[in-house]
Each structure stands twice: as structure tokens, then as C-alpha cells.
């Protein structure tokens, strides 16, 4: 199976992230963008491990229209965020799951937050395939910053990201691959490796993604 073929129909060229992944969003059906799963099964098996309560905090970073959401809804879930630097994203997922009062939806940047940054005690931060959207030193260390910030003591973290052996890019855009160790090291001595796995995604096109998952939880 082919695992360069592009994730979603849009120009390479787009240098304005929030107009690119806006209109990736609004050219291509949700069940037709490389990166969606029908269920999130390996990110729920690490947030089941976690053992959190029905009402824990939990934030999904890059949410975009995932079908998670949906699940951790139907599993009785109560305190969910779903950010993305695309309102259209949101505004799919939204008109998905329907407003509520268990579900706030929020437009922000991770790199440069105006309201992530404001929360506090997030119990879990769950994140598929951001992470390695970020190709530059600052992008990083601003991303874990943000993490470490709304984290509360003893919370979980998810991280999803292509592996080693993964694509070079997604939808256009040109990504940083990972290993466990990598991971790792920009956690920190604070965060204690729960578990980790590798995972082959196979996408709507039949394109293979390698990725590595892991659950990470805060001891300091």
C-alpha cells in the first residue's frame, strides 16, 4: 500500500496553516480525509488505562471533526474540549455531535494560545497527530510549554504520532517522525511512560501510516 499519497486534496503551496487546514476541512468530506478513523480504538485503549472519572477534564488537541469525540460522549465523558486552529473543522464536528453542555469547542493555536492557555487542572491531554506538524525547535518546545502549563499533577497524557518509519508528509504538509525516546526526552523527568505501541493506520485512500502511541502520565 502506497504511504506518500496525499491525505487530503489541497495545495502543497498553502504556507497559512489555519487557511489550509480551514479549507481541507471544506473540500473534502470528513470519511475522505486521510487521517480519519471510524473509531479511534489505540487512543481509547490508552484513555481507558488511564482509569479516569466520567467527569475528568479531558482536552483534545487538533480534535478536528474526530469520530472520538462522539465516543467519549456515548461513554458517559462529561467535561470534553475539542480545540483545532480550524473553525471549520469544529464547526463540522459540531453540527455532528450537537451542542451541549458536555462539549465545549474552542479556536485557538496551540503555538500562540489566547484561550488554552487560560484553562488549568486539564485531567487528560489527548493529542492524534498534531505533535509532528511542528518542524522547528520553538514550534516544539512552545507545544510541550502549553502541555506542561494545563496539566494538572498526576494527569495523563496521549500523544499519537507518525513513526520513524512513517510518511514524510500529511496533506501537504512536511512532518517530524518520532520514536518513544523522543518523546521522552521532551516530557521530561516529570512524566512517567505508562505505555507505548506501534500502530499501522491504513487510511480511507489505502495509504499505510506508521505510528507510534503512547500514554504518559505526570509525576511531578
Given at each position: 500500500?502506497?504511504?506518500?499519497?496525499?491525505?487530503?486534496?489541497?495545495?502543497?503551496?498553502?504556507?497559512?496553516?489555519?487557511?489550509?487546514w480551514?479549507e481541507?476541512?471544506l473540500?473534502?468530506?470528513?470519511e475522505?480525509?486521510g487521517?480519519f478513523e471510524?473509531?479511534?480504538?489505540?487512543?481509547?485503549?490508552?484513555?481507558n488505562?488511564?482509569?479516569?472519572?466520567?467527569?475528568?477534564?479531558?482536552?483534545?488537541?487538533?480534535?478536528?471533526?474526530?469520530?472520538?469525540?462522539d465516543t467519549l460522549?456515548?461513554?458517559?465523558?462529561s467535561?470534553?474540549?475539542?480545540?483545532?486552529?480550524?473553525?471549520e473543522?469544529?464547526?463540522?464536528?459540531?453540527?455532528?455531535?450537537?451542542?451541549n453542555?458536555?462539549?465545549?469547542?474552542?479556536?485557538?493555536?496551540?503555538?500562540n494560545?489566547?484561550?488554552?492557555?487560560?484553562?488549568?487542572?486539564?485531567?487528560?491531554?489527548?493529542?492524534?497527530?498534531?505533535l509532528?506538524f511542528?518542524l522547528?525547535?520553538?514550534?516544539?518546545?512552545?507545544?510541550?510549554k502549553?502541555?506542561?502549563?494545563?496539566?494538572?499533577?498526576n494527569?495523563?497524557?496521549?500523544?499519537?504520532?507518525f513513526?520513524?518509519?512513517?510518511?514524510?508528509?500529511?496533506?501537504?504538509?512536511?512532518?517530524k517522525?518520532?520514536?518513544?525516546?523522543?518523546?521522552?526526552?521532551?516530557l521530561g523527568?516529570?512524566?512517567?511512560?505508562?505505555?507505548?505501541?506501534?500502530?499501522?493506520?491504513?487510511?480511507?485512500?489505502?495509504?499505510?501510516?506508521?505510528?507510534?502511541?503512547?500514554?504518559?502520565?505526570?509525576?511531578?
Amino acid at each position: 500500500m502506497a504511504i506518500n499519497k496525499s491525505d487530503c486534496e489541497i495545495k502543497e503551496t498553502a504556507l497559512d496553516f489555519k487557511k489550509h487546514w480551514n479549507e481541507a476541512y471544506l473540500n473534502n468530506k470528513t470519511e475522505k480525509l486521510g487521517w480519519f478513523e471510524d473509531k479511534s480504538e489505540q487512543t481509547l485503549t490508552l484513555i481507558n488505562e488511564a482509569k479516569l472519572s466520567k467527569d475528568a477534564l479531558i482536552l483534545n488537541v487538533g480534535a478536528g471533526s474526530s469520530t472520538l469525540i462522539d465516543t467519549l460522549l456515548a461513554d458517559g465523558f462529561s467535561n470534553i474540549i475539542a480545540n483545532d486552529l480550524s473553525e471549520e473543522a469544529l464547526e463540522s464536528l459540531k453540527n455532528r455531535v450537537g451542542e451541549n453542555d458536555k462539549v465545549k469547542f474552542i479556536v485557538d493555536d496551540l503555538l500562540n494560545p489566547s484561550k488554552l492557555n487560560k484553562i488549568k487542572n486539564i485531567d487528560l491531554w489527548n493529542d492524534r497527530a498534531v505533535l509532528h506538524f511542528f518542524l522547528k525547535e520553538g514550534e516544539i518546545k512552545a507545544y510541550f510549554k502549553l502541555l506542561k502549563k494545563v496539566l494538572k499533577a498526576n494527569g495523563f497524557v496521549v500523544i499519537a504520532v507518525f513513526a520513524k518509519n512513517g510518511a514524510e508528509k500529511c496533506c501537504g504538509l512536511s512532518v517530524k517522525r518520532y520514536d518513544i525516546e523522543m518523546l521522552k526526552n521532551e516530557l521530561g523527568t516529570d512524566f512517567e511512560l505508562k505505555n507505548s505501541f506501534n500502530y499501522t493506520f491504513v487510511n480511507p485512500f489505502g495509504g499505510e501510516r506508521p505510528y507510534i502511541y503512547a500514554l504518559f502520565q505526570r509525576i511531578n
